[in-house]
């Protein structure tokens, strides 16, 4: 039995060696074969210096593999998966927040519950503020209701599975990669266990509110085509509108005799429809962007460099 560990690395100089050690004694004298894969996302520090001094040292199998630039982290997991030669792949980052040791527990799962072919960890006590919690929450709720796959509130792309799964993962090669998403679409069953994200070793998080932001749009756009029928509904909506005030000026003039006094409601429902309108474009321009990048069917990632250990 062999377990493959996916390690994306962005910036992560100062991590990539006590992460490799936390490995080492987390599973020494576990009894089976395993390999870190290294994947360096086109990090502007000392990453990649210090991966190569970790694979010339092979103090345990290592596999590196360097983007050309940083590509993100979804590309980063694609690429570790297509180089993973395990029974049991896991995704781990390499900052420490997730312990190796939790690996282990995951494996003993999968070893002792035959039925189950993914473990997956979620955070069970968030450190964050309300605010961010609260959009999180919402998040999920949404797409929960829009898309045609369940995901599951908290859970992390910590995870632990077996080959089939990482071999249905990899047969996914779309562009814009949604991990979360992913996973929930190639299915298979998955035992969620709850874990505490340590503070973050060294070096700081790449996720800034609006990355997360955006990271949530594309989780909506890339499940669910619900957004393109909100523009029928608002069309419809505005048109019910409009005919039933249409009908309420004329009445006004029949009977009140009113005579119309346009301007206030003139801009107003301009500036409404317009608004509408560029609503509407915005969410299909989401829709044809990414058929736009699909079409181009460039590759996910582009290896500069890969070593691999002696087998
Ligand atoms: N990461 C990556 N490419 C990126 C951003 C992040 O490979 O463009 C890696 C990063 O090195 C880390 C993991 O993804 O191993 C998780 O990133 P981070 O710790 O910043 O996220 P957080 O834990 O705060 O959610
Ligand atoms: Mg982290």
């Known amino acids: 039995m062999k377990l493959s560990l996916v390690v994306p690395c962005y910036n992560e100089a100062e991590n990539v060696a006590a992460f490799q050690d936390a490995v ?3 599973f020494e004298g576990c009894g089976y074969e395993y390999e870190i894969i290294f994947v360096n996302d086109g990090s502007r520090d000392a990453t990649l ?12 199998p290592v596999k590196v593999i360097s983007f050309s630039r940083n590509f993100g982290k979804e590309a980063g997991l694609f690429a570790g998966l297509q180089h993973a030669s395990g029974d049991y792949i896991s995704l781990i980052d390499a900052d420490l927040q997730q312990r190796p040791e939790i690996v282990r527990d995951m494996v003993d799962i999968l070893d002792h519950e035959p039925d189950y072919d993914v473990v997956a960890a979620y955070q069970d006590r968030r450190g964050e503020g309300k605010v961010l919690s609260f959009f999180k929450k919402s998040f999920y709720k949404i797409i929960n209701m829009l898309s045609s796959v369940t995901l599951q509130p908290d859970a992390s792309d910590f995870r632990t599975f077996r080959r089939s799964v990482r071999d249905s993962i990899v047969e996914l090669n779309e562009y814009h990669r949604f991990s979360k998403g992913i996973f929930a679409w190639v299915g298979y069953n998955t035992k969620f266990i709850p874990y505490t994200a340590c503070e973050r070793a060294a070096g700081t998080t790449k996720w800034s509110f609006w990355k997360l932001v955006n990271y949530a749009i594309e989780g909506i756009i890339g499940y669910s085509t619900a957004p393109l029928r909100l523009a029928t509904f608002l069309g419809i909506l505005t048109g019910i509108a409009s005919v039933l005030y249409l009908l309420w000026v004329i009445i006004e003039k029949l009977v009140w005799g009113i005579a119309v006094p346009g301007y206030a409601t003139t801009i107003v429902l301009t500036l409404l429809l317009g608004a509408v309108q560029l609503f509407c474009i915005g969410i299909i321009g989401e829709y044809v962007g990414r058929t736009f990048e699909q079409s ?3 590759p996910i990632y582009i290896a500069k460099e890969i070593l691999d250990y002696e087998k």
């Open 24 to 26: 080492i004694g987390a």
């Open 49 to 60: 210096h210090n991966l190569k001094k970790l694979h010339a040292a092979q103090k345990c």
């Open 296 to 298: 181009k069917d460039r």
